[in-house]
């Protein structure tokens, strides 16, 4: 994305890794998988996000690859 601040190009772009708390964990096993799910998002490509294993609800077929596309804002 790219919009003008001050007539200064910027660019941006967001990648986001999703977590849940799972009951019983520990706060630092929390930001463990979210971060791993970050690393994941941004493997991905950029402007994406993915779902930590624990968070990901069960699916028959899981998606390949495990990071998804952010919807586009027109």
Known sequence: RQGRCEGILISS??????ATL???EERDALFRRGNEALEGAKEGGRNRYALSESSRPPLAHPPSPTSFPLPSHA
């Open 22 to 24: 799972e009951e019983g």
């Open 13 to 18: 772009t967001l990648s986001i890794g999703i």
